[in-house]
């Protein structure tokens, strides 16, 4: 299962992102939970034109190798990002308190999708294919989309395989 897949599965598992299950019992329109973005600047058209909250998004991934002492192997890094949000909650009348419960909201199911990716990780030995899981290797950050009311966490997540470089002669030609 790619890194992707995964984290759609886990959109489409939780209770409260429910992404891609019916709006309402049987009805024919499903709920948008799960965005995948290369740009941030579609996160916020994405999220304010379709989403239904709380919502996870697949942000971005980068990567980064060590050496490992002089030799064709090396530790490569993986870091994701996703961010969890959550709407406002209309009924609260202090728009402080309408913040801090969102980011709350948002906060309970950051540390669920940890606590699936963590069980996942002991249960298994991995999460998704090659992806090593620790929760020691998660930050958490606030993030806020304002004019749109909705605020959450962003999620940071290492994942360190190994990565052997050795030059594939098929894939070059000779000279």
Sequence with gaps: MTEVAYFKNIAEQHLD???DTPITEGSEEKRCSFFRLGKSQELSAAIFNKAHFPCLVYADVRIRY??????????RRKFYTL???????????????????AYDAALEVAEEIISYMNEDQLNNGFCAAGFRFKPDMVVLD???????NLYGWRIQIESVSQKDFIKNPAKWIEP
Excluded: G, W
């Design 17 to 19: 992102i429910a992404h």
């Design 66 to 75: 060590n050496a490992d002492n002089n030799t064709q192997a090396a530790r």
């Design 83 to 101: 961010y969890v949000f959550s709407a406002v909650d209309q009924s609260i009348s202090n728009e402080i308190d309408k913040q801090e419960a």
């Design 142 to 148: 606030m993030e806020d989309l304002p004019a749109s």
